[in-house]
């Protein structure tokens, strides 16, 4: 018996199809360019609230919310440092890079870095390193977004867990396939919009349920082996520091997602930077204060779950009518498959441009695209398989990815933009120390591994750059503001 | 006890509320001042 969630969810994903079908129909997808970064002419409001959809994953209403449910609102030391980021990303990396990115006519991060060192030999390194690394973290990263696609079918639809990932994954996969940049960002856009709506509806009916704010703090203290309005979560001396600098350092990973910065390279003119910037602040800050709130409700509402992980779920079905629920358990679904197609999109564009760069510079543009929508679907499949094999949970597995990628992509990023004796032989060395620097510590200190990614890596990319001064490869300068930049009227 | 949570918790929630404020606030500055272009961290 078909029920009225499933009947809900299964119309938001034909919707979903329909917006791949009608960019797939509309729209001369026949450039690479157009596919991939929409023509570098997207608008500050789709740049912003596609971005903070395509990052609000499993990790919002699944890591976060399990976060929230075991050590309350601890998870703020993450928050506040990932907000400061963000800030310097949009005000101060934003408008170099994409100016270079321009300049270079640069599609992705890993083809950024790859055309911006001059010497030919060490690009195809850079571009193979990165390449590999991309697929690798992204292929981890979807990987995550799909069993949590499997989760929250598994306990908010009730459809079983292994047909919920291979329709989840045959979903994404189809309509990025189908649409590119233009209907991923778009459908970004509009799961941005419902998201924003289940993330503030749901922590106030759960609040509400446990008798208002003041029995909601009252029994959220009294709660026994958790602190969970304490930014201590409990822990003191050696015990909180490692606590609180692991998820700062964690954090540090946000300047090297390769499908935030895609969004920095797409953006019409820089002088949207800055109302993007206020939109993303805003939708992030909700994003990832909310549901420790969320987490931490469900602590005092259910006390012990089998999978802290699925709270967001379970309330869901127990504080919603039918038909709405099955709405918004289809936002949350949406916004997965919203960061997984970014996610597969932006790794299909690097194989792509690796293909065009080393091995066939002929390719026609319609190749090209094929090939791009063929990885698509590759990566799509490996993600899938990853879901079935579930190595970790989705928290442990989104943070390896996110510090793997912002060492292996943003430290060699920000060092090229902002320092300019950086050779291209220590930008090689920043991607491969981020690679193997994050499996490397990831398997002797499991726990705290991103607290060594980082120093690791800074001491290799500085070290070589001091060791090759005089003698090693160039870098691409930054253009000169003004060069290349829409007209005030394009904007 | 500001909302009856710790001290450090209120600071905390503080700052996550103020910042987009805060960027909203640059925004206007980078408007009135600079042609819309970022005009604090990062002058072009």
Known sequence: MVSTIQLTFGAYLLVLLAIGAYFFVTTETNRLSEYLLADRDVGAWPVAISEVSSVASGWTFFAWVGMGFLTGIHGLWFSITMIFIIVFMYRYVGSRFRRQSEQLGSITIADHLSLAVEDARLSTYVRVVATVSILLFMGAYVGAQIIAVGEAMDTGIGIDYAVAIAVGGVIVGLYTMLGGFNASIWTDVFQGVLIFVAAVTLPVLMIAEIGGWSAFVTEAAAVEDAALLEMSAGLAGQAFLLSALGLVTFAFGTIGQPHSLMRLQAIRSERLLSPASVISVSFQSLRLTVPLLIGAAGRVLYGSVDNPENVAMMAIVDFFPELIAGVLLAAIVSAILSTSDSMLLVASSDFTRFYEEKIDPNASSARLILLGRGTVGVLALGGVALAFVQPGTIFEIIEFAYVGLGATFGLPLLFMLFWERTTGEAVLTGIVTGLVATFGAGWITPEHYSLFVWPICIAAIVGVTFATSGTGSDVADVPEPGAGDASPADD | ?44
């Not at chain 2, 949570?5 to 980078?30: C, Q």
């Not at chain 2, 009135?32 to 002058?43: A, E, F, K, P, Q």
């Open chain 2, 1 to 44: 006890m500001v909302l009856g949570v710790p001290t450090g918790t209120a600071v905390a929630l503080f700052v996550m509320v103020a910042l987009p404020i805060a960027t909203l606030v640059l925004y206007w500055i980078d408007r009135t001042t600079n042609d819309g272009y970022v005009s604090v961290l990062g002058r072009r």
